[in-house]
């Protein structure tokens, strides 16, 4: 989940625009943890970013060792997000080339942060180098296809809506070039006009600020957890659900909600007047259509839109922590016939080869335990290494699928195989829906 804000900077960027004068093109993307990852070339370098409503600026913040990006004419910023951290030091660097699928834009300013807590890679399980949003987001007509991963990025001046009996098209309010919504909301059996922050970035369903004044209250049934990590740090809170949103025709019930500790969100009440923010969990069951210039969204059901809201059921969070050297054994096997005698006498030669070979695979962690969770209740702790799920060696998983088994069915058995220190032991569990 990521939260962020810019302080005592200065806009000036140049515009994206569609090589050859094309009026659309499409740009597949990779759906992690429900979120949408896009390849893109900075400087001429090759480098994978989260796509993310929830931004208004262009923010590199994690290179592997051997990338190497020249930027242009930096200088000392500080970028200020949700968190219990200070302002984090960083640079603004101006006139920079990038070029996403078949766009391009030769003067872009970019925040590079150096400081920056959140290791999205680690997160999501593959390389994420940094974020872009508004500044790609308001030159273009963007759609998201979800079950297909593509991307359709349309010439705004040459887009005409489609006629769509089932989409819903909404009204977007923009704010420090950060698009909202307005959407009824049932918490506690009081139904609220709130307004949300539409958050492509955040992987949750909704992030709901509490204000006793407005009657947006913690619901009584709710437990305490880490609701993740924002540019200022680790945010913790409450995990519970609401009764229902409405997004115009569209109702959705009994859905998931984190309501983060007042502490964290402290610092955006001067500029912020949101009452929470709209994430990938709802956005995934539709094909979402963003005009930034028409401040349209449209919203068409998928496959995805009958899926129920669940939560971890398990009580562990699992990260990439690097990688681990696996011995490849492959066998080859050949078969020769010496000669018509050797047929004859049943003769046949075998010569086989063994070929021994080292690769790297990724390793997983666990970074937070949840109390009283099934998972600590077993005896698992922070910093316990997954060797394997449900027997079958962890590396074979992609940490996105480690989340859907760890979040799919009630009762489900878990047994994991894990490695603290220099011990090995299996330990079992059975998922268990919290809420």
Request: charged content about 25%; some cysteine; glycine content about 8%.
């Amino acid at each position: 989940m990521i939260f962020l804000t810019l302080s005592g900077v200065a806009r000036s960027q140049g515009n994206f625009k569609i090589e050859g004068d094309k009026s659309k093109f499409d740009l597949p993307f990779q759906l992690v943890s429900d979120l949408v990852i896009i390849p893109l070339e900075l400087n001429g370098v090759e480098l994978n970013f989260l796509l993310d409503t929830g931004v208004d600026s262009t923010i590199l913040f994690s290179l592997d060792k051997e990338d190497s990006v020249e930027v242009q004419n930096a200088t000392v910023i500080y970028l200020r997000g949700m968190g219990d951290e200070e302002p984090i030091r960083a640079l603004k660097s101006t006139g920079n080339s990038i070029k996403v699928g078949e766009a391009y834009s030769k003067d872009l300013s970019i925040y590079i942060s150096f400081d920056y807590t959140m290791n999205l890679s680690n997160r999501l399980g593959i390389v994420v180098n940094g974020i872009i949003g508004y500044d790609f987001f308001k030159d273009f007509v963007l759609e998201f296809n979800y079950p297909r991963k593509r991307l359709t990025v349309y010439n705004k001046d040459r887009y005409s809506p489609k006629r769509c009996r089932r989409c819903e098209e909404m009204p977007l309010i923009f704010s420090k070039n950060k698009p909202y919504v307005n959407a009824l909301t049932t918490i506690n059996g009081n139904t609220l006009p709130l307004n949300f922050l539409i958050d492509s970035g955040s992987g949750d369903a909704l992030w709901i600020f509490r204000d006793e004044k407005a009657s947006i209250t913690l619901p009584e049934k709710h437990f305490d957890d880490f609701l993740g990590f924002g540019m200022g740090g680790s945010v913790y809170g409450a995990r519970s659900r609401v009764d229902k949103i409405e997004l115009g025709k569209f109702k959705f019930e009994n859905v998931t909600a984190s309501f983060p500790d007042t502490t964290y969100i402290s610092g955006l009440k001067s500029y912020d007047k949101r009452n929470g923010s709209i994430g990938a969990k709802i956005l995934k069951r539709f094909n979402v259509v963003f005009d930034y210039s028409r401040k349209t969204v449209s919203l068409k059901p998928n496959k995805n839109y009958g899926d129920s809201f669940e939560y971890d059921m398990s009580g562990i969070i699992v990260a990439h922590d690097g990688y681990t050297i696996i011995k490849d054994i492959a066998s080859h096997y050949g078969t020769g016939l010496r000669s018509k005698e050797d047929l004859k006498q049943g003769n046949v030669i075998y010569n086989s080869t063994v070929e021994v070979k080292f690769k790297l695979e990724p390793q997983y962690k666990i970074v937070e335990v949840r109390p009283n969770s099934p998972a600590e209740l077993a005896g698992l702790r922070k910093g316990d290494v997954l060797l394997e799920i449900n027997k079958r060696p962890s590396y074979n998983y992609k940490l996105s699928e480690i989340h859907q088994i760890l979040s799919s069915k009630e009762g489900k058995k878990i047994r994991l195989k894990i490695q603290r220190g220099l011990l090995e032991t299996t330990i079992s569990f059975r998922l268990k829906r919290r809420l």
